[in-house]
T-cell receptor, first 112, second 116 residues
Framework: GDSVTQMEGPVTLSEEAFLTINCTYTATGYPSLFWYVQYPGEGLQLLLKATKADDKGSNKGFEATYRKETTSFHLEKGSVQVSDSAVYFCALHSGGYQKVTFGTGTKLQVIP | DAGVTQSPTHLIKTRGQQVTLRCSPKSGHDTVSWYQQALGQGPQFIFQYYEEEERQRGNFPDRFSGHQFPNYSSELNVNALLLGDSALYLC???????????????FGPGTRLTVL
């Protein structure tokens, strides 16, 4: 079945540092890939997405490229801010209905 | 637009009891999915409702059941609660187009269920 593996957290970075959160997936067919963010006490928000190979999703300075050859969708940001502190989930959707498969999440803490 | 709303925000139950959680989808959305998020874990898909029928189900026992109403709102029912059912329950809504494609999923803030 479908599965998503993302790097263990927590990740602690200083403000303005470079961020990479690794994500790899296993899926049948050609899934759509997502990064969701969950701020403390809140629900999930879609951060970015990519629907086909080589697509790059981007939003709020975050980027991720759909790499079919390595089945990866790593999240990057060039300069993190304290306000980026949250839990980040890599996820995929395949098939006709809307079941989304999530990774276990990576907690990011950015310190001033 | 209120977005996806869920009630209640928090709930405390004891083992063996039954619970009902409620979800109102975002305006214009007709499809509702439910997820269970245990502490420190990613959300796990429970089931999805479209046109008042369960369309897809994850790996959850029959103690978990649901319903969708004509106004597209939905309920999640859990019977015979176990300690392991303690989690954040998330509702997500989307719209299914005439061609059968789904739009972006929007998540509600969740209901925090604690089973003692």
């Amino acid at each position: 079945g479908d599965s998503v593996t993302q790097m263990e957290g927590p990740v602690t970075l200083s403000e303005e540092a470079f961020l990479t959160i690794n994500c790899t997936y296993t899926a049948t067919g050609y899934p759509s890939l997502f990064w969701y963010v969950q701020y403390p006490g809140e629900g999930l928000q879609l951060l970015l997405k990519a629907t086909k190979a080589d697509d790059k999703g981007s939003n709020k300075g975050f980027e991720a490229t759909y790499r079919k050859e390595t089945t990866s969708f790593h999240l990057e940001k060039g300069s993190v801010q304290v306000s980026d502190s949250a839990v980040y989930f890599c996820a995929l959707h395949s098939g006709g209905y809307q079941k989304v498969t999530f990774g276990t999440g990576t907690k990011l803490q950015v310190i001033p | 637009d209120a977005g996806v709303t869920q009630s209640p925000t928090h709930l405390i139950k004891t083992r063996g009891q039954q619970v009902t959680l409620r979800c109102s989808p975002k305006s214009g959305h007709d499809t509702v999915s439910w997820y269970q998020q245990a502490l420190g874990q990613g959300p796990q898909f429970i089931f999805q409702y479209y046109e008042e029928e369960e369309r897809q189900r994850g790996n959850f026992p029959d103690r978990f059941s649901g319903h969708q109403f004509p106004n597209y709102s939905s309920e999640l029912n859990v019977n015979a609660l176990l300690l392991g059912d303690s989690a954040l329950y998330l509702c997500a809504s989307t719209h299914r187009s005439g061609s059968g494609r789904f739009g972006e999923q929007f998540f509600g803030p969740g209901t925090r269920l604690t089973v003692l």
